[in-house]
């Protein structure tokens, strides 16, 4: 029986980097607050207010929000960067924008950035929230020519694209095929035993799917590793969000990762040489 073997090539998902056309938000619900931005940046909650009685107002931006607590969660995330005075990196999310300032309040650089599509991916009965957090977190380190290792949600997104099953591979032990082949790992490398064959290595660039059937590598093995897919330089700020470089830096201001905030060449450039490790960083 001749094993049906489909590769599929990594960059086609590429979790924090895979190009998704940014959608209109959702139409905000009748009977809901319109939440609008006065021109010193306070909130003004207006309950009953239609959408159009607020954008003939001069002066007013109007941003939309899931519910009120979404608006005061990020009332408080802005205040909270508005009042800093240290050297920082300041993010919108809504705006994809973000600044450098020193300590007397100077905008060293300024940059679009790409940030979360906000998507829910539900799949075998795990969810995932690809959100960009707000709130304060740190430059915990920086990194030249950084590897990625995808989380599972990439697999699963992977899985779900082109209608697949997924399963685990061990890192220890094997998978034996219908045909009775094994798929295995040796040498932080996954590989397979044809029928009255020895034991080869399959590309590490590639997914691997066997019998309609996605296998997840080992974290570790080499099969777990993309290049390139974070651009030449990344700033971790923890939890597995970072800011970040990209190949795909047309995607750059739009609303299109999983939650990392990613930026283009140049700027991630800046950002690597400039700011330290131990800034501040505000995302509101």
Same mark, same amino acid.
């Given at each position: 029986?001749?094993?049906?073997?489909?590769?599929?090539?990594?960059?086609?998902?590429?979790?924090?980097?895979?190009?998704?056309?940014?959608?209109?938000?959702?139409?905000?619900?009748?009977?809901?607050?319109?939440?609008?931005?006065?021109?010193?940046?306070?909130?003004?909650? +207006?309950?009953? %207010?239609? =959408? !159009?009685?607020?954008?003939?107002?001069?002066?007013?931006? #109007? *941003?939309?929000?899931?519910? @009120?607590?979404?608006?005061?969660?990020?009332?408080?995330?802005?205040?909270?960067?508005?009042?800093?005075?240290?050297?920082?990196?300041?993010?919108?999310?809504?705006?994809?924008?973000?600044?450098?300032?020193?300590? +007397?309040?100077? %905008?060293? =650089? !300024?940059?679009?950035?790409?940030?979360?599509?906000?998507? #829910? *991916?539900?799949?075998?009965? @795990?969810?995932?929230?690809?959100?960009?957090?707000?709130?304060?977190?740190?430059?915990?380190?920086?990194?030249?020519?950084?590897?990625?290792?995808?989380?599972?949600?990439?697999?699963?997104?992977?899985?779900?694209?082109?209608?697949?099953?997924? =399963?685990?591979?061990?890192?220890?032990?094997?998978?034996?095929?219908?045909?009775?082949?094994?798929?295995?790992?040796?040498?932080?490398?996954?590989?397979?035993?044809?029928?009255?064959?020895?034991?080869?290595?399959?590309?590490?660039?590639?997914?691997?799917?066997?019998?309609?059937?996605?296998?997840?590598?080992?974290?570790?093995?080499?099969?777990? =590793?993309?290049?390139?897919?974070?651009?030449?330089?990344?700033?971790?700020?923890?939890?597995?969000?970072?800011?970040?470089?990209?190949?795909?830096?047309?995607?750059?201001?739009?609303?299109?990762?999983?939650?990392?905030?990613?930026?283009?060449?140049?700027?991630?450039?800046?950002?690597?040489?400039?700011?330290?490790?131990?800034?501040?960083?505000?995302?509101?």
């Amino acid at each position: 029986m001749r094993i049906s073997v489909v590769f599929l090539a990594l960059a086609a998902s590429t979790a924090c980097h895979r190009a998704v056309i940014a959608q209109e938000p959702p139409a905000q619900p009748a009977g809901t607050d319109w939440v609008t931005i006065s021109p010193n940046g306070r909130p003004v909650i +207006s309950a009953g %207010t239609s =959408r !159009a009685t607020e954008e003939k107002k001069e002066e007013t931006t #109007v *941003l939309k929000f899931r519910s @009120r607590q979404d608006s005061l969660e990020w009332a408080s995330a802005r205040r909270v960067a508005s009042n800093a005075n240290a050297f920082r990196v300041v993010v919108s999310i809504k705006d994809r924008q973000l600044w450098v300032i020193d300590k +007397s309040g100077d %905008t060293l =650089r !300024a940059a679009d950035v790409a940030v979360a599509k906000d998507e #829910v *991916l539900n799949y075998n009965g @795990r969810t995932w929230s690809f959100k960009t957090p707000r709130g304060t977190r740190t430059v915990r380190f920086k990194q030249e020519d950084p590897v990625w290792t995808p989380p599972d949600w990439h697999y699963a997104e992977v899985a779900r694209d082109y209608n697949l099953k997924m =399963r685990q591979l061990p890192l220890r032990g094997s998978v034996k095929l219908k045909d009775g082949s094994l798929l295995s790992v040796r040498d932080s490398l996954v590989g397979i035993t044809k029928p009255g064959t020895s034991w080869s290595e399959l590309p590490f660039d590639y997914e691997v799917v066997f019998e309609g059937t996605l296998f997840v590598p080992p974290i570790g093995t080499k099969n777990r =590793r993309i290049e390139g897919q974070l651009g030449k330089y990344k700033l971790d700020l923890g939890d597995g969000y970072m800011l970040h470089g990209t190949p795909h830096q047309h995607t750059v201001g739009n609303a299109v990762t999983h939650g990392c905030v990613r930026l283009r060449d140049e700027d991630i450039e800046w950002l690597y040489h400039n700011v330290p490790v131990g800034t501040r960083v505000y995302l509101y």
